[in-house]
């Protein structure tokens, strides 16, 4: 839990104007956009993260018309009864944001896939369907976290069928939460022994299920989260050029895309 000094810390960032370089003001400076962001992985021992992140929401001014998370906002979620001081301020940092007239809207991951109606309702976030299609400045896009287009990883795939069973979370969330937490913390141990031992393109997508899902919503462009490799891939889709942008994880800084009204697509890293 934060200690009074940091949380007035928080607050201070959310309140006051700080001198800061303005990434979001990069290219046309009157240009409308939206900003997309995923696996921020947020957890109370990454403050320096979480100080960019809460940076990053201060920054967005009104030529922002929408955020986009698209999954993995915190590193681990065991319900919305887990009220930490962490927990609260990031809700009121969201809250805030949304006061300011832009739409933020939230997707679940593979971590924060219990995340519910009320810690949303707090914080002003819409909740998105993975996958959902949506139109940007007049461009049809497909938006998912990413996990359903690596389809070579197939012990990933069998564990999600079982985690996003709605059955088994509402027993899950019947549990004291102490409970919760120290299974969440098994499970997140045996996640990191697969990941360290499976091949990375094991547990990157596969070109044919993008293609697949692509064609299946009748886009040529796909955002996604979750493999943590940043980049703007284009091949062609149905004799069309198509685009698959992948944003970055927040690890040592922080990754957001901007796609401006005029449907200038960069990908930018943080600090």
């Known amino acids: 839990m934060y200690n009074n000094n940091y949380n007035k810390k928080i607050v201070k960032l959310l309140f006051l104007q700080i001198k800061y370089k303005y990434y979001i003001?990069?290219?046309?400076?009157?240009?409308?956009?939206?900003?997309f962001i995923s696996d921020l992985h947020l957890q109370e021992k990454?403050?320096?993260?979480?100080?960019s992140f809460f940076e990053l929401l201060m920054n967005l001014d009104t030529s922002v018309d929408a955020l986009y998370i698209l999954g993995d906002l915190f590193e681990i979620w065991v319900g919305d009864d887990d009220t930490t001081e962490f927990h609260c301020a990031i809700s009121q940092a969201l809250y805030q944001t949304a006061q300011k007239?832009?739409?933020?809207?939230?997707?679940?991951?593979?971590?924060d896939f219990l995340l519910g109606k009320r810690y949303l309702h707090?914080?002003?976030?819409?909740?998105l369907l993975d996958p959902t299609k949506m139109t940007i400045y007049g461009t049809q896009i497909l938006l998912t976290h990413g996990d359903i287009l690596c389809t070579r990883d197939v012990a990933y795939l069998k564990a999600r069928v079982v985690l996003r069973n709605r059955?088994?979370?509402?027993?899950?969330?019947?549990?004291?939460?102490?409970?919760?937490?120290k299974i969440a913390a098994y499970l997140r141990e045996k996640s990191a022994k697969h990941t360290k031992s499976t091949m990375i393109e094991i547990m990157d997508v596969t070109q044919e299920e993008v293609e697949k899902v692509m064609i299946n919503h009748s886009v040529s462009h796909l955002i996604h989260g979750h493999t943590h490799r940043p980049d703007i891939h284009h091949f062609v889709l149905n004799h069309i050029p198509a685009?698959?942008?992948?944003?970055?994880?927040?690890?040592?800084?922080?990754?957001?895309?901007?796609?401006d009204e005029n449907g200038k697509k960069e990908l930018v890293k943080i600090k």
């Open 25 to 35: 003001k990069q290219g046309v400076e009157m240009a409308r956009k939206t900003i």
């Open 46 to 51: 990454q403050k320096e993260i979480t100080r």
């Open 101 to 111: 007239g832009i739409s933020i809207y939230f997707m679940h991951g593979n971590r």
């Open 167 to 181: 059955f088994i979370q509402i027993l899950f969330l019947l549990l004291p939460l102490v409970l919760r937490k």
């Open 243 to 259: 685009t698959r942008i992948v944003l970055g994880a927040w690890h040592d800084h922080g990754h957001i895309l901007i796609w």
């Open 122 to 127: 707090n914080t002003g976030c819409q909740l």
